[in-house]
């Protein structure tokens, strides 16, 4: 891979665990240990992977004028994917209105890495130099460690967050 495409490889690495995590969250079922667990790792990977990736590439994407409606639309669907986990946290997990919930979830994530991966990834490129890469690397790898680690489950209600 060249060095140029390394963070986004990067990015994509961390997707990759996440389709995985969402995968193995699938199927389980009730107020398992397993689902209990799986859910932590999940909601701790995603909002540390998006904080991070906020402070890495679209911060640096927002500085160039081509790329801030797609940085916007990215970054407007992390929060509404927080959301979701949280709402996620504050339902009862052995509830048929869990599964449902985590259903919508992961396919609104899935829609939204994808269209990275597809179309957001393969434009912010053509916008980047070398200085921009290596700050990306070094602040996402810092960033991602500290936030995983600060993240924690926030049970909200959806409709409660938008008070």
Do not use: C
């Amino acid at each position: 891979m060249a060095q140029n495409d390394e963070i986004f490889a990067r990015l994509k690495q961390d997707h990759d665990k996440h389709r995985d995590l969402l995968d193995r969250l699938l199927e389980t079922q009730g107020d398992s240990e397993e689902r209990k667990s799986l859910f932590e790792a999940l909601t701790k990977e995603l909002k540390g992977h998006a904080s991070a990736e906020e402070q890495a590439l679209y911060s640096t994407m927002m500085r160039k004028p081509p790329t801030t409606d797609e940085t916007r639309h990215s970054v407007a669907e992390h929060h509404e994917i927080e959301e979701a986990l949280n709402d996620l946290a504050a339902t009862d997990m052995s509830s048929s209105a869990w599964l449902m919930k985590l259903k919508d979830l992961d396919h609104d994530y899935r829609h939204h890495i994808d269209e990275e991966e597809e179309e957001h990834f393969p434009d912010f490129a053509k916008h980047l130099d070398h200085k921009d890469r290596e700050h990306m690397r070094s602040v996402f790898e810092r960033r991602k460690t500290e936030e995983k680690a600060e993240a924690e489950l926030t049970p909200e209600k959806k409709e409660d967050a938008k008070e």
